[in-house]
């Protein structure tokens, strides 16, 4: 079973940038697609961003993209998320997770909190 840890996360201004890391331990994720998400108060879970594991595939939500980018270093089996030109709306709790398939998460962490503030 593989551990995954946020960290990064803060209370930022409109306009900012914030740079999220999940850092995992108990095993390698090198063969696993890893993905962001993230919950915002009254609002389901929701896909942010994710990442096939060879770094091939990216995928964002739309409000999203053109913002943030992920991206994985395999050697540090970790995976980030930089996020610019942060909006109010992008406030939530962001979660790291870990899976077989880039549609199919199986491993979560407990998730960093975002504020952006206006």
């Known amino acids: 079973q593989v551990q995954l840890a946020e960290s990064g996360g803060g209370l930022v201004q409109a306009g900012g940038s914030l740079r999220l890391s999940c850092a995992a331990s108990?095993?390698?994720?090198?063969?696993?697609?890893m993905g962001w998400f993230r919950r915002a108060p009254g609002k389901e879970r929701e896909h942010v961003a994710s990442i096939t594991w060879s770094g091939g595939v990216r995928n964002y939500a739309d409000s999203v993209k053109g913002r943030f980018a992920i991206s994985r270093d395999n050697a540090k089996n970790t995976v980030y998320l930089q996020m610019n030109s942060l909006k109010p709306e992008d406030t939530a709790v962001y979660y790291c997770a870990a899976g077989r398939t880039i549609t199919a998460f199986s491993n979560w962490g407990q998730g960093t909190q975002v504020t952006v503030s206006s």
């Open positions: 108990g095993r390698s994720i090198s063969s696993d697609a």
